[in-house]
């Protein structure tokens, strides 16, 4: 398979503008009183623009992507283990791994929708309604592609990380590094590395605090935040290697008049993905009680 130009595909996407500006070119060109429907050339929870000046990482930036054929499902390969092993031995056979069993596996694909009320008139003024688009309404998809990735999707097509057959749970009261340093440990003992984090706003700011942050920073663990897990929870693992984020291509913001609660029209933003499992066993859910009190 080729290997794809970066550099062009960038280019092309600046040519044809943010999402913000390719759906106003789209409602500038239908009639007043027509829903518009635009296909969008990116994916929508990764197109907030602020990600690319901020290190605000979403649980998407920890995960391998792959563009897959849009349908109903998309092939993935997992890789189950034969015996519950979780400590690893001298020699490979000793490893977890050896008794892995790959398997030809198919994931659901879904659609993530958000809708947003616009404001009156924000229609006759496009500067504002592009700001908008990129900054207001894109920045929803990301929080929900959150929640999907690590609570499953409502239709149940999408698996949550955190509610995954074969990954393991750890709890701890003690202090934040410690828990942390042990328990990115045991991922590695599946064969894994363990690459990312994923934790509540307060506990990140906690990593800060205590300096936590910059050493994981230096040993190349990604840390996500998110209000979508619960402050007393971290999922730890090889992200990499553990899922995928299915994407094939389907993006789209449609304009639909008067739809809203009051009348108002409302902007709904959709995007579809899936997510191939690999390896549950390199996640591992740590409860941590240091925050209580």
């Known amino acids: 398979m080729p290997t794809p130009?970066?550099?062009?595909?960038?280019?092309?996407?600046a040519k044809r503008g943010t999402p913000g500006q390719q759906f106003l070119a789209a409602v500038a060109q239908a009639g007043e009183r027509e829903d518009v429907t635009v296909s969008v050339d990116a994916h929508l929870?990764?197109?907030?623009?602020?990600?690319?000046?901020?290190?605000?990482?979403?649980?998407?930036?920890?995960?391998?992507?792959?563009?897959?054929?849009d349908g109903e499902s998309a092939a993935y390969i997992s890789e189950p283990s034969a015996q519950r092993r979780e400590e690893s031995g001298t020699t490979y056979a000793a490893t977890p791994e050896a008794t892995f069993l790959p398997e030809l596996r198919e994931a659901q694909l879904s659609d993530l929708t958000v809708s947003v009320s616009l404001p009156a008139t924000l229609l006759q003024r496009p500067a504002l309604?592009?700001?908008?688009?990129?900054?207001?309404?894109?920045?929803?998809?990301?929080?929900m592609e959150n929640q999907v990735l690590l609570h499953g999707s409502e239709d149940g097509k999408v698996p949550g990380l955190l509610a995954l057959?074969?990954?393991?749970?750890r709890s701890s009261n003690r202090g934040l590094d410690e828990a942390v340093t042990s328990v990115?440990?045991?991922?590695?003992?599946?064969?894994?590395s363990c690459d990312g984090i994923v934790v509540h706003p307060a506990v990140y700011w906690e990593m800060v605090r205590q300096g936590l942050l910059g050493r994981l920073q230096v040993a190349g663990v990604v840390v996500s935040r998110t209000?979508?897990?619960?402050?007393?929870?971290?999922?730890?693992?090889?992200?990499?290697?553990?899922?995928?984020?299915?994407?094939?291509?389907?993006?789209?913001l449609t304009l639909r008049r008067g739809a809203g609660a009051s009348?108002?029209?409302?902007?709904?933003?959709?995007?579809?993905?899936?997510?191939?499992?690999?390896?549950?066993?390199?996640?591992?859910?740590?409860?941590?009680?240091?925050?209580?009190?």
């Open 129 to 143: 309604l592009t700001a908008f688009v990129d900054r207001r309404v894109l920045v929803r998809t990301t929080t």
């Open 5 to 13: 130009d970066v550099d062009s595909m960038a280019d092309e996407d």
């Open 227 to 252: 209000r979508m897990i619960a402050r007393d929870t971290l999922l730890l693992g090889d992200f990499q290697a553990a899922a995928t984020l299915l994407l094939p291509g389907v993006n789209t």
């Open 45 to 69: 929870p990764g197109a907030f623009p602020l990600f690319a000046t901020r290190p605000r990482y979403p649980v998407r930036h920890l995960l391998n992507t792959m563009p897959v054929d």
């Open 263 to 293: 009348g108002e029209d409302v902007i709904e933003a959709r995007t579809r993905l899936g997510l191939g499992v690999h390896l549950p066993q390199h996640l591992i859910e740590l409860s941590w009680g240091g925050l209580d009190g």
């Open 184 to 192: 990115a440990f045991e991922v590695e003992e599946t064969g894994g």
């Open 165 to 169: 057959d074969g990954m393991r749970h």
